[in-house]
């Protein structure tokens, strides 16, 4: 059985994503390293279909950070604009403070804590990206529909770009 159009899934996906390079600080190689993988891994598997594109895809998303928002620039895959989502960032700010911290453990701990040790912070470090990840769905409902995984990966860009050094 066919999808209709607006539910096919082969066409409501990212297929290039761009970071504001303005909006982006300083980071590190464990960072970038991060950023990288989130944005492979973004465009080899995702869910992103913006409300009114009609499955009008595949997609290309340039997200930077424009005062207080965070900015989804959503374009079709030929650079015609679909739709500009400007989010508050204040859901996130805790969620994101709490992240870097407990990731600042996580690689400290990689270079000499016990593998016990490593584990039991990583599992609190998934737990803070996921809380971030269903705050961000929360945030794109009635926006953009995307899967838990495609909002884990958008979620780690959304860290990169407050990365300040």
Known sequence: MT??????DSTNRIVAVTLDEDSIGRSGPDIE????????DLIEQNLFAPDGADGKGPFTLHIGISGNRLMFDIRREDGTPVVAHLL???PFRRIVKDYFMICDSYYQAIRTA???KIE???MGRRGIHDEGSRTLQERLK???R???ETSRRLFTLITVLHWKG
């Not at 999808?3 to 096919?8: A, L």
């Not at 390293?33 to 492979?40: F, G, T, V």
Request: aromatic share 6%; net charge negative.
């Open 142 to 144: 009635g926006k953009v």
């Open 3 to 8: 999808q209709p159009p607006e539910q096919d």
């Open 114 to 116: 016990t593998p016990d």
């Open 146 to 148: 995307v899967d838990f």
């Open 120 to 122: 039991a912070i990583d």
């Open 33 to 40: 390293h991060e950023r990288a993988i989130a944005i492979y």
């Open 88 to 90: 508050s960032l204040t």
